[in-house]
């Protein structure tokens, strides 16, 4: 019966303060779902408080608003120091200017890298924009919301417009698999119709040669099993079939996707 009074009054003064401390692992065991909840959780306020399932679904623990190249994320509840693995959504007020740096509640500048590790370069992220940044251990990886950069065209190469490039210069006629391997070779491949026809429709401006007076091949098919269009003949809009294994040699140029 002492026991007894005295687990009673221990609980009634725990219940007194509005907690319960326990050095072992607390097993709810109600037959009804519902009997087995913790309910009444408020959202945490430090990192060492249980999280209820509102604050986790929603998100908000791992967002913060940050501006400039010194990126300062508050978060809550605060995050101790920022380990591996960590994913934090920033809503970016200003692009940079420059290489960024992130620090997290008050903890030293990390460097954020795009590419494994490669500074930021002015305009990666724009105003406004929302990015999200893993921490690898050593610096936090920018993975979404950069700026697309194009690449360069290659040498003998013009840029159609922001999407593409073409070759200035007609390859000699040959098969098409042969065409397909010189292309692939080069890191590029066999124009499509639809490219071929921009580079036509612009081969004046743009300084593209021999686009039209054979046929060339392109890399769409002809509608039928086996079969390829082959463009050119006469204009930018004349096209006829041609198939994948015909032994007949054709022109051709290739293009580079930017």
Same mark, same amino acid.
């Given at each position: 019966m002492?026991?007894?009074?005295?687990?009673? @009054?221990t609980c *009634? =003064?725990?219940? /007194?303060?509005g907690? +319960?401390?326990? &050095?072992? !692992?607390?097993?709810?065991?109600g037959a009804?779902? @519902?009997d087995r *909840? =913790?309910?009444? /959780?408020?959202d945490? +306020?430090?990192a &060492?408080? !249980?999280?209820?399932?509102g604050?986790?679904q929603?998100?908000g623990?791992?967002?913060a608003?940050?501006?400039?190249?010194?990126?300062?994320?508050v978060?809550?509840?605060?995050?101790p120091?920022?380990?591996?693995?960590?994913?934090i959504?920033?809503?970016v007020?200003?692009g940079?200017?420059?290489?960024?740096t992130?620090?997290?509640?008050?903890?030293a500048?990390i460097?954020?890298?795009?590419?494994?590790?490669?500074p930021?370069?002015?305009?990666?992220?724009?105003?406004g924009?929302?990015?999200?940044?893993v921490f690898?251990?050593?610096a936090?990886?920018l993975?979404?919301?950069?700026?697309?950069?194009?690449?360069?065209?290659?040498?003998g190469?013009?840029a159609?417009n922001?999407?593409?490039c073409?070759e200035?210069?007609q390859h000699?006629?040959?098969?098409?698999?042969e065409?397909?391997n010189?292309?692939?070779?080069?890191?590029?491949?066999?124009c499509?119709?639809?490219?071929?026809y921009l580079?036509?429709?612009?081969?004046?401006?743009?300084?593209?040669?021999?686009?039209?007076?054979?046929?060339?091949?392109t890399?769409?098919?002809g509608?039928?099993?086996?079969?390829?269009r082959?463009v050119?003949q006469?204009s930018?809009t004349q096209?006829?079939?041609g198939?994948g294994?015909?032994?007949q040699?054709?022109y051709?140029?290739?293009?580079?996707?930017?």
């Open positions: 002492r026991e007894l009074l005295l687990l009673f @009054a *009634a =003064v725990a219940m /007194l303060h907690q +319960v401390r326990s &050095d072992r !692992a607390i097993v709810l065991e009804d779902p @519902a *909840a =913790v309910r009444g /959780l408020k945490p +306020v430090t &060492d408080e !249980a999280m209820n399932a604050a986790i929603g998100g623990y791992l967002y608003e940050v501006s400039g190249d010194g990126w300062q994320a978060l809550q509840p605060a995050v120091s920022p380990v591996a693995g960590l994913r959504l920033l809503h007020a200003n940079n200017t420059g290489p960024v992130l620090s997290v509640n008050g903890s500048p460097p954020v890298l795009k590419n494994g590790d490669q930021l370069s002015p305009g990666d992220v724009q105003s924009a929302t990015a999200s940044v690898d251990g050593t936090f990886q993975i979404d919301a950069r700026r697309i950069e194009r690449k360069p065209c290659p040498d190469t013009v159609v922001a999407m593409y073409i200035t210069a000699d006629s040959i098969d098409f698999p065409a397909v010189v292309c692939g070779a080069l890191g590029m491949r066999i499509s119709w639809a490219q071929f580079a036509c429709y612009n081969a004046g401006s743009l300084g593209i040669t021999d686009l039209t007076g054979d046929w060339e091949w890399d769409d098919t509608n039928s099993p086996g079969q390829l082959v050119g006469s930018c096209a006829s079939v198939t294994w015909d032994v040699a054709r051709f140029h290739c293009c580079f996707r930017r």
